[in-house]
């Protein structure tokens, strides 16, 4: 039996770049695996597969998705049963959003869903969104040229919300935002705005910080010979 001993030195310089390493990973998680990004990417994979054109992914809409979904206040039970009035897009969802209420334009389709446990963007897509054949008919629309996606949970936790709005506007002249930029409301995040996540993709960074501890613990007990 031996024991490994590492220098001070050493132990210092690795932990160093233990550290950096969970610095950027972490920072990755919240620009690069935005769940609402994702779910469009998969959408518009999925209707090129079926020789239907991509469609532009429209921040001020996602945004307006995100207030959509707040709209139910967390009750699940009421997704397939109720919608939030048209005066809500003019009167709420926009001036919330930063979205100028003159480039509303109408909304051509959505899909929602909610459960209470959070899945992946392609497991929501297929299990969730796509219920039926009402929903590959609203997918596969052609008169859809934009869409806007959102995730949420309630509070930041459970029940989980998915919500995608598609229109017909033109690009980059629909829902047009004041400034440039949407504003950012919580909990939750939307497509097309580099939008990081805080109540959907939070599962995946604690996920991370507890790897990340346990990693750092065993590296300290390596070096001092525990």
Known sequence: MWTCRISSSLLLL??????????????????????????????????????????YDNPGLACIALQYIKAYAGNCDEVDTKKPADSEFAETFAPNCGVQASTLTPITGRLLGCQSKYVSPSEAFSDLLMKNSKSLDILYNKNHTEVGAAVSGSDGGAPYFWCVLFSSGQTNTSFALEGGVAKVTRPGCFSGASDDCNSANSLYTRHQLWLYAAGAVTLVGFALGL
């Open 14 to 55: 690795l932990l160093f770049f233990f550290f950096i390493f969970f610095v950027s990973s972490a920072s990755a998680a919240n620009t690069q695996n935005n769940p609402a990004d994702q779910l469009v990417v998969v959408l518009n994979d999925n209707r090129t597969a079926h020789k239907q054109s991509a469609l």
